[in-house]
């Protein structure tokens, strides 16, 4: 399928969606991700044993945090809507995504560090400048969570000024 210059599926490995999204350390696990369409996504990451949140988490049985799941998700779609849908292309250069509403999320079972979590990942567009996205979320066949956030996109020029002056 294609649409607007776009040939899907767009492949991205994890060296391709760090080159699009500002996330760097602990803090960014993203290891594939698929781009199905504008607004549909599924990829893939896991947390190693020795990541510094979850080696404090349930410290003899971790297990990762769930929030690790939903910042996961977060830049897994923010990555795909900078990829692969046309209208993100039309806002100003600068324009980051960030998280701003955790709306809906459920917890099944535990994840834990070393298994390959795979996320498949619909957007929907609410308003100019906000993503409503939805996820299930897998470890080996089995579902493991449910996960529904709000997207909202900055300046980075704005999010920079906040940081400094909250410095």
């Keep these: 399928m294609s ?4 040939t899907y599926p767009i492949q991205l490995q994890r060296g391709d969606i760090e080159q699009l999204l500002p996330h760097r350390g602990a ?7 698929t781009i199905d ?15 510094a949140v979850i080696e404090g988490h349930f410290p003899g049985m971790p297990i990762v945090p769930g929030v690790l799941l939903i910042e996961t998700m977060a830049q897994l779609a923010g ?4 990829a692969g849908d046309p209208y993100v292309k039309t806002l100003p250069e600068d324009s980051v995504g960030v998280l701003a509403a955790v709306r809906n999320c459920w917890f099944k079972q535990p994840v834990l560090p070393g298994q390959e979590v795979e996320f498949a990942i619909n ?8 993503v409503q996205i939805s996820a ?10 449910k996960l529904e956030v709000a997207l909202a996109y900055a300046p980075r020029s704005q999010l920079q000024a906040a940081s400094s002056a909250s410095s």
Excluded: N
């Design 37 to 51: 369409g504008p607004h549909q996504f599924h990829g893939t990451a896991s947390w190693p044993h020795d990541h």
């Design 79 to 82: 990555a795909g809507l900078l």
């Design 123 to 130: 957007c929907r567009q609410m308003a100019p400048l906000l």
């Design 136 to 145: 299930q979320v897998k470890v080996a066949e089995q579902d493991v969570a």
């Design 27 to 33: 803090i960014f696990v993203c290891q594939r991700l």
């Design 3 to 6: 649409g607007q210059g776009y």
